[in-house]
């Protein structure tokens, strides 16, 4: 089993930066991936960035690309999103998520951290 705990959200400004950061716990060996998605009222859940351990690579959706990157810290599993030159579409709840592989695929989710962008 995996839990994810996430942190970094809050209110800012347009034009202004947050990181949020996400630390996985439990059974992290079995860990493979990480990404991070985002939901506002009316809209899907929808991916933001991805990144797969160990040289797999990064992706990022359309909206944010050159302005938000994810990392991650292979040792303490945990995933990082600087986001920067923030809009007010940015406005969401943020969920860390995690891929993992053991005895067959399995996904884990944190609990959302709310991000809000406004003058």
């Known amino acids: 089993q995996v839990q994810l705990a996430e942190s970094g959200g809050g209110l800012v400004q347009p034009g202004g930066s947050l990181r949020l950061s996400c630390e996985a716990s439990?059974?992290?060996?079995?860990?493979?991936?990480m990404g991070w998605y985002r939901q506002i009222p009316d809209k899907a859940r929808e991916l933001v960035a991805k990144?797969?351990?160990?040289?797999?690579?990064?992706e990022y959706a359309d909206a944010v690309k050159d302005r938000f990157s994810i990392s991650i810290d292979d040792a303490s599993k945990t995933v990082y999103l600087q986001m920067s030159s923030l809009k007010e579409e940015d406005t969401a709840i943020y969920y860390c998520?995690?891929?993992?592989?053991?005895?067959?695929?399995?996904?884990?989710w944190g609990q959302g951290t709310q991000v809000t962008v406004a003058s």
């Open positions: 990144i797969i351990h160990h040289g797999g690579g990064a």
């Open positions: 439990g059974t992290t060996f079995s860990i493979y991936g």
């Open positions: 998520h995690a891929q993992a592989f053991a005895d067959g695929p399995l996904e884990y």
